[in-house]
């Protein structure tokens, strides 16, 4: 995604112990826009929307100083759905940014992205989406002291670390197959060009010597979405990875790779799932009342969909360097594939068999061991992070009480 920094006039704030705001910017169109704010480390944040007194994003983020270098004033132009932005310090413990909408959006996505060789800032994620003035108003309001949400923000602790092991975990799985084929267009039939780059990544992650991989399936049969999702639960995987190729209507030029992680409607949806909440009554050692098992799941769900963001990231910018990705190449569905509160997941859109470029470079063994390897260097770049370790404690999620 292509970013556009923020041209604003902001008074750097005097320097504090802590973090520094070092850059705001944009991506994305009128219908669809990223906010990004880069920071020197890491903080606490919560972004909402409000409609009064005027429609804003508002983002509170633990005290931070306001360090833009070559920004003189306190407000600054925005892009895409943000008409405009400000800064203010709210005390001595928090901060907030408030960004003025051009049109009704809501927030479709928010994540963090830590500091990395590429990157050296700690990164904040809004994903902003253009919507009905109606829908936006039943979104929008400030969070209440005794929502869950604020509850889980200011008592909830989680840990969603891999597990202790020698080789990580990776399941890769091959959509579609059997009496299943998916897409087809331009000679190319989706189940089969998915079924050959799952096994070449299973190739190439293999001969790191750093991975177990699990196929849903090697063969050409038909599996149910719930039964891919077992394979990963059963073996308690730190990486599910779906691959796919997207179709469009006809007379569509979309072309390029995208990868979806869940969205909010699917992350409601997991929370309802029977074997989620059987998951964390396991964990915490019997069965819980349903206000505290649904804490521990919205805990687990908030970290694994942060880990699934960041990973998206990284696969996003390594596929890149082989192929087209779509504009905003980062999604949010709610595949069911993607529903496990446990296993951070992504679905990988390869490309799209409707268009004759993409059609071609997937069905050409050579590309796709390109594509591949890119893919595979993106999950030792994610397992490569600093906040993961050799030595790790399994997943847990817990409530401190409240002082």
Do not use: C
Request: net charge negative; proline share 4%.
């Amino acid at each position: 995604m292509a970013l556009i920094a923020a041209f604003a006039s902001f008074a750097p704030a005097v320097a504090i112990d802590g973090s520094e705001i070092r850059q705001v910017r944009f991506g994305g169109g009128d219908d669809e826009t990223r906010v990004v704010v880069e920071l020197s480390t890491d903080i606490e944040f919560r972004a909402f929307t409000v409609s009064e007194p005027t429609r804003r994003l508002v983002l509170d983020i633990s005290r931070a100083a306001w360090s833009v270098e070559g920004l003189e004033t306190g407000e600054g132009l925005g892009f895409g759905l943000v008409d405009d932005f400000r800064f203010f310090d709210r005390s001595a413990e928090a901060s907030r940014l408030v960004f003025e909408l051009e049109s009704p959006a809501v927030i479709v996505n928010q994540f963090d992205i830590p500091a990395n060789a590429d990157n050296p800032h700690h990164r904040l994620v809004i994903d902003l989406r253009r919507v009905e003035a109606s829908e936006f108003e039943e979104e929008s309001g400030f969070p209440e002291p005794s929502d869950l949400s604020q509850l889980i923000a200011e008592r909830g602790d989680a840990t969603f670390a891999e597990p202790e092991r020698e080789r990580r975990v990776i399941v890769i799985d091959a959509g579609h197959g059997g009496h299943d084929p998916g897409a087809s267009a331009n000679g190319v039939v989706e189940e089969t060009i998915n079924l050959a780059a799952a096994l070449e990544l299973r190739r190439r992650l293999v001969a790191t010597g750093r991975y177990d991989v699990i196929m849903t399936r090697d063969s050409d049969h038909y599996l149910t979405l719930q039964e891919r999702v077992n394979v990963a639960r059963a073996a308690n995987a730190d990486l599910f990875i779906s691959l796919h190729a997207d179709s469009a209507g006809a007379g569509s030029s979309a072309r390029g790779a995208a990868v979806y992680t869940l969205s909010d409607s699917g992350a409601g949806r997991a929370s309802r799932l029977p074997e989620n909440a059987s998951d964390w009554n396991h964990l915490s050692g019997g069965t819980q009342p349903p206000v505290v098992r649904n804490i521990l799941l919205s805990l687990s769900l908030r970290e694994k969909r942060n880990r699934s963001a960041i990973f998206a990231e990284m696969v996003l910018d390594s596929m890149s360097e082989v192929g087209p990705v779509l504009t905003n190449g980062h999604r949010q569905r709610g595949f069911y594939v993607l529903l496990d509160s446990q296993v951070p997941a992504v679905l990988v859109e390869m490309g799209f068999l409707t268009n004759r470029d993409d059609a071609a470079n997937l069905n050409s063994a050579a590309y796709r061991a390109r594509l591949m390897q890119s893919l595979a260097e993106a999950v030792d770049d994610y397992f490569d992070r600093d906040d993961v370790s050799d030595d790790n404690p399994v997943r847990s999620a817990q409530l401190t009480p409240i002082p």
